[in-house]
């Protein structure tokens, strides 16, 4: 319980109210005050919408907010349009100017938050989206743990050293035209996962160096936590590894040693492996020794040149 309000209810339903409350209740003295408040709260908004983890309400949560926060930032602005922009007396002058710092503070929180999807200096490998048919939401990806729960194998060292090939890695789930990963808010059964089954392709010209085929696919919340990637295909994709995992059990389409071609058919999304629901996991990384195969750097991926980060949406 304390892991699900920290990680999802403080990000996804206490942070917003308190930013749409910081409107509703604001009694701003000047014009300058309450464009600070707007900025701020829009600015909270920006960083929640790119790193709170939506999927498990649905995209439709985030877009309330952001109408909520758009009706009360004018209404904010209509309640200030007689005042002065900065105001005469010492008190409002203090008021304005220390708004305006937290405005700033938040501004710059938001801009954080989407520094996980810069490419900076780390060695990038361009791939083709390995989904198709569908809109899928990107539920881990991008360079910082903001955005990427997988940033720490990276971040703890030894700790994780056999699975830092990971540390970029993308985890892909599809969704429905409401922003949802399931048919019923409660899923009971894999097939409720819009996930579930859904074809995945070859995002690279590559050789098959190992596959993983007969790991059942688990019901949520069990996890096969000694086996952590589940029925995977690895790729040698002209020197460079890259790892399809969680694939539903029987459904893995190639053979070791096959040759593949961008877009031949891999498998299928499934629920294997150490996997809270069904969801692609795909990650690239330099090569490495096959009884360790995951032991290896990590290489951020991009698709059509970018560096995709939790809640970026994809149409294919």
């Known amino acids: ?71 009360l930032a004018v209404r904010v602005g209509l309640r200030a349009r007689r005042t002065p922009w900065v105001g005469q007396l010492l008190g409002e002058r203090v008021r304005t100017l220390a708004t305006a710092a937290v405005a700033l503070a938040f501004v710059g929180v938001a801009a954080w938050s989407q520094e996980g999807r810069l490419v900076a200096d780390r060695p990038a490998l361009a791939l083709q989206f390995p989904l198709r048919d569908g809109t899928f939401l990107v539920a881990n990806g991008g360079t910082s743990l903001l955005l990427n729960a997988h940033v720490a194998t990276l971040a703890e060292g030894e700790r994780y050293r056999a699975w830092r090939g990971q540390s970029y890695g993308y985890d892909l789930v599809r969704i429905d035209a409401f922003g949802r990963r399931s048919r019923t808010p409660w899923p009971r059964t894999l097939a409720d996962y819009h996930s579930f089954g859904a074809p995945v392709y070859a995002p690279c010209d590559g050789r098959v160096l190992e596959t993983v085929n007969e790991l059942p696919d688990r019901v949520p919340p069990a996890r096969d936590r000694e086996r952590l990637p589940g029925n995977f295909v690895l790729l040698d994709c002209g020197g460079t590894w890259v790892v399809a995992a969680h694939l539903r059990q029987g459904s893995v389409a190639v053979a070791p040693n096959a040759t593949v071609r961008t877009g031949d058919r891999l498998g299928e999304i499934g629920n294997s492996g150490n996997s809270d629901e069904p969801h692609l996991h795909l990650h690239a990384q330099r090569p490495g020794p096959l009884d360790s195969a995951f032991d290896a750097d990590p290489l951020v991926i991009t698709f059509d040149g970018r560096v995709l980060g939790r809640n970026s949406l994809v149409r294919r």
């Not at 829009?42 to 909520?68: D, E, I």
């Open 1 to 71: 319980m304390g892991a699900f309000l920290t990680e999802t209810l403080l990000p996804c339903v206490i942070a917003p109210l308190a930013l749409l409350a910081l409107l509703l209740f604001a009694k701003p003295v000047t014009r300058g005050e309450a464009a600070a408040l707007v900025v701020a709260a829009c600015a909270g908004l920006v960083a929640l919408v790119a790193t709170a983890p939506w999927l498990r309400f649905g995209l439709w949560l985030p877009a309330l907010y952001a109408l909520a926060t758009l009706a």
